[in-house]
Every structure is written in structure tokens, then in C-alpha cells.
């Protein structure tokens, strides 16, 4: 599948008479998607008929194309300019996601506290404070470590998340989130029922089965494996004493997919069964993530993966179809956005890209920056993209920071060379702060880009599945996915690294 074409198909071209769009081919037909987020199969003879202006009232599927604004005749530019609105309400709302780093300490040093490495309580509270100035009705704090647990500093946790609650029904009455990003390996039954009776959602990593979860945490004690299973058990069995909803309630799990994974993905699946989870988030691992020598032991390239994950997608369908109800995490984002009329608020997926207008991440010093990969790259050592100390800015100031503006105008897919062009541009979105990591530059390349070939693998299977006629059982799943939206899934899939 080809992300663009630059020749114009037909020798007959009635630019005057068309709306705008753009097209693909897709397992031997025509798709056509337009900025609303609308998109139709088309035959060869259709698309020609439309290019050339032949489609006119009384053409089978002239009322289709009048509707979606592929044809000018009769176009309601109103209702298109509402729906596209719609699609971009995400850039008025303001950052809906506040990512704070609870402790700088490495996983295998936790123990060994240096002055500095912990967020403090007054750091805290200048965080919360800054966060409800935000426009956006609702808002979500992620908790997290850079590195380790952020349970191991429970204590600053806790103030965080009630300050933040009473500051909030004192001032501002927005609907709050929190979400802890944990291993498990600090928690304790007190613990979790703080978590349970506060409402702070739990996303833990499950890489699989014990010997494939273990392999990679060879420096915790005991079974890692054992622990996070027996704490997702736990949450699960209560929400369900408690009589919570389980489409709202539940634990998510990080799958951080490596070269043992790839070879794996059955038994992966088998223990997401098992344990009752309904998102599989999948995660290819980056070599900028990891050091060379990681790299060399669980590294693989993109193709590898683009295999492993449609072959994960198509088995969690067939799945679905006997019963089971787990999804794709990234599949079902960009379902959303094919199939509802709706932007599903994911900053990754969006054009322009959120870091600092959807997403804000503070760092244990109160060093604010426009999206958590943002303070990585300030932690390797790059502060380029610092915006300035919570307790100092305000919020105004940090969503008009020309560091802002630059990763606004770097990820505006509608002027970007190959997205201007692109079929899938209306479901897809990338990251200039990934671009900076991996090319050196916000802009980057295309060709270049992971998330790119990555986006465009999983938009063509879904399209695949979306149009095979011979298959409406498959397409009806997947009709469904969208349907539910998890509490977990405002940040998309710029999760940390959890161990
Ligand atoms: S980043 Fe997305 S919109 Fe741009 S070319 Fe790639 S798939 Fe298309």
C-alpha cells in the first residue's frame, strides 16, 4: 500500500467539480477518505466516473459522495465545516493529560535516595495548582517513576492526589483523573485500597506469561510475574465487590513486545485471556530506548514487529468472534477515529501532535515540559524542550511557548510532504519529539519515520478488515471496538518505559 500517489489516475479530470480528498488503493479498490474523517471504497470505474464529473444526480452513488463532499454539486459546506471542526476540538480544549515523574531514582537503585531525585510536597502542590488552571472541563494526572516505582513514594502520592482533589472542589469543579502507571512491586493491600476508595485507575506492564514477564526483570526479587498478576487479580476481584462497572473499572497492562515476544505471541495472548484483561497495548521497543547491548539481546527491526503485530491483530479478532473481549489498544484508537465522528483525544494521533496543548509533564524538580518523552530526552541530558518551572509559569504561557508553537507547526499533517498527500492523514498523527530522538530534527522524514510505516500497516489491515463483504462478522467486532472508551486511553501510547 502506498501512503500517496503523485499521478493522477484518469486522463479526465474535472478539478472544478470536485470536492476535496484524497485516495489509496486497497486490496485492488479505491479508498477514498476526506479531513471529516469520512472514507468509501471505490471501484476503478467509480473513481474514474468521479474524477471525470460523471457522478450527477441519479448515479447510484451520487447522494453518498454529495454528502461526504467528494462532489461540489449541492455541497453543504456547513455540516463538512462542523463535522471538521469536530474531528479538531482537541485544539481548543487545552492539555487534558498532566504526566508527573514521582522519583528520578533508577529501577536497580531505588533504595539509594540522592537529594533531588524525589518529587517533593511543595513541588507537588505547585504542580496541581498549575494543572487546574488548564481550560479543559476534565483533566487526568498520570503518576508515574522514570524508572522505578512510583509506589515507593506513596506518601507524596497520596498529597498530590488529595490536594489536588480538595483544591479542586474548592476552585475549579473539573472532572478528575488519575491514573498510576506501577509495576506492583511497592504495593500492598493498604495501599490498593487507598487507590481503589480515591478512584486512581491502575495500568501495570504484563509482557506474558512468568518466563517471558521475568526475562526482563531479572533484577527484582522473586517472581515479578507473580506479583502483578496477583495485584490485577486483586483490583479485578474487587471493583467487582464493590459493584463497579467492569467496562470502566479495570487494570490495563503495558506489553512491552521484545524479540522473545515475536516468537511468543500465543502464549501472550493465552495469559491476557487468563487473566482477564480487555486491552492488550502493544509496544515496540525503540533501539533509542534501550543501550546497544539490550538492543543486541531483545532488539528487531520494524518489519518484524509490523508482522508480529498484524498477526496479534488478527487473532485477537478471531477471539473476539468466539467471545473473548479483549482489543488492541492502538488498533482501537484509530477504529475511533475511522468509524465515529468523534477525535478519541489520543496526542500521539492527533495533527497537530499534543505535547503542550493536550499533554503537559512535569519532572521531580517542577521543570515543565511539553510531553513526558520530552523530559526524557531533558534526563538524557537535551533541556531543549524545557518550558519553564510549574511553580513560576502559568498556563497561558506554557501553550503559547515558541517550543510549543515549533512542535505544533512541525506535526500539521496538512503541510507536511507525503501526510498533504497521505490516505490515512485523517486517522494518523506523529511526533516531532520522536523526530527530534530519532533524526535529529522535529520535521524529520517520513520514509525515515517509524510511527509513520507503523500507522500506515495498521490503518491498511484495518481497512483490509473493514471492507472484506466476505466477512461481516470480522467487520462487525471491530464495528465494536470503539464502542466502549477506556478511562485508561488519554495518553495514547506515550506511556514511560515501565519495568
Ligand atoms: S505519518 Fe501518517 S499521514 Fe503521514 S505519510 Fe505516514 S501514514 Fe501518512
Known amino acids: 500500500m502506498e501512503p500517496r500517489s503523485l499521478s493522477v489516475p484518469s486522463p479526465e479530470l474535472a478539478a472544478d467539480s470536485l470536492g476535496f480528498f484524497r485516495w489509496g488503493r486497497i486490496a485492488g479498490r479505491v479508498l477514498v477518505t476526506t479531513d471529516a474523517g469520512d472514507w468509501a ?15 450527477t444526480a441519479g448515479h447510484p452513488r451520487f447522494e453518498e459522495f454529495q454528502r461526504m463532499g467528494l ?18 476540538r482537541h485544539v481548543a480544549r487545552g492539555p487534558h493529560v498532566h504526566v508527573v515523574t514521582l522519583s528520578r531514582r533508577a529501577a536497580a537503585a531505588e533504595a539509594s535516595a540522592n537529594a533531588g531525585d524525589d518529587l517533593d510536597v511543595a513541588t507537588a502542590e505547585a504542580i496541581v495548582d498549575l494543572a487546574l488552571q488548564v481550560t479543559a472541563p476534565a483533566i487526568t494526572f498520570e503518576l508515574q517513576a522514570a524508572d522505578g ?8 502520592l497520596r498529597h498530590l492526589v488529595e490536594t489536588a482533589v480538595t483544591r479542586n472542589a474548592r476552585a475549579t469543579g473539573k472532572d478528575l483523573r488519575f491514573r498510576l502507571i506501577s509495576n506492583c512491586s511497592a504495593m500492598t493491600e493498604a495501599t490498593a485500597e487507598w487507590l481503589i476508595g480515591r478512584d486512581v485507575l491502575l495500568t501495570t506492564t504484563l509482557d506474558g ?70 486491552m492488550l497495548h502493544l509496544r515496540p521497543l525503540a533501539a533509542a530506548r534501550v543501550d546497544a547491548e539490550t538492543w543486541r539481546t531483545i532488539g528487531y527491526g520494524l518489519e518484524e514487529y509490523l508482522d508480529f503485530y498484524r498477526h496479534a491483530l488478527d487473532d485477537i479478532v478471531a477471539l473476539n468472534r468466539r467471545g473473548v473481549d479483549l482489543r488492541e489498544s492502538l488498533a482501537t484508537i484509530i477504529l475511533t477515529k475511522i468509524l465515529t465522528a468523534d477525535d478519541p483525544g489520543i496526542v500521539d494521533l492527533q495533527s497537530p501532535y499534543g505535547a503542550g496543548t493536550g499533554q503537559i509533564a512535569y519532572d521531580v524538580d517542577g521543570q515543565v515540559y511539553p510531553c513526558d518523552e520530552a523530559r526524557a530526552v531533558a534526563a538524557a541530558g537535551d533541556p531543549l524542550f524545557a518550558l519553564g518551572q510549574a511553580q513560576a509559569v502559568k498556563i497561558a504561557d506554557l501553550v503559547q511557548h515558541p517550543t510549543v508553537r ?10 507536511q510532504p507525503m501526510c498533504a498527500e497521505c490516505w490515512n492523514k485523517p486517522y494518523c498523527g506523529f511526533s516531532p519529539v520522536r523526530s527530534y530522538i530519532a533524526q535529529g530534527d522535529l520535521f524529520g522524514q517520513r520514509p525515515h519515520c517509524a510511527e509513520c510505516k507503523e500507522h500506515l500497516a495498521i490503518s491498511t489491515r484495518l481497512f483490509e478488515l473493514l471492507g472484506d463483504e466476505q466477512d461481516p462478522e470480522t467487520v462487525a467486532v471491530l464495528t465494536r471496538w470503539p464502542s466502549v472508551r477506556s478511562p485508561h486511553a488519554t495518553n495514547g501510547r506515550a506511556y514511560r518505559d515501565a519495568p
Open 41 to 55: 471504497y471505490l471501484s476503478e470505474a467509480e473513481f474514474g466516473d468521479l474524477l471525470a464529473a460523471r457522478v
Open 71 to 88: 462532489v461540489r454539486d449541492g455541497l453543504d459546506l456547513d455540516a463538512l465545516a462542523t463535522r471538521i471542526a469536530q474531528r479538531n
Open 149 to 156: 516505582e512510583p509506589l515507593r513514594h506513596f506518601d507524596v
Open 209 to 278: 506469561p512468568a518466563y517471558l514477564h521475568d526475562a526482563t526483570r531479572r533484577w527484582l526479587p522473586g517472581s515479578p510475574h507473580a506479583d502483578v498478576v496477583g495485584w490485577i487479580d486483586y483490583f479485578t476481584r474487587r471493583y467487582a465487590e464493590l459493584g463497579r462497572d467492569p467496562q470502566q473499572w479495570h487494570v490495563d497492562a503495558l506489553c512491552n513486545v521484545t524479540r522473545q515476544t515475536l516468537g511468543a505471541r500465543r502464549a501472550l495472548l493465552d495469559e491476557y485471556v487468563a487473566r482477564g484483561l480487555r
Open 406 to 415: 515549533a512542535i505544533a507547526t512541525a506535526s500539521l499533517l496538512d503541510v
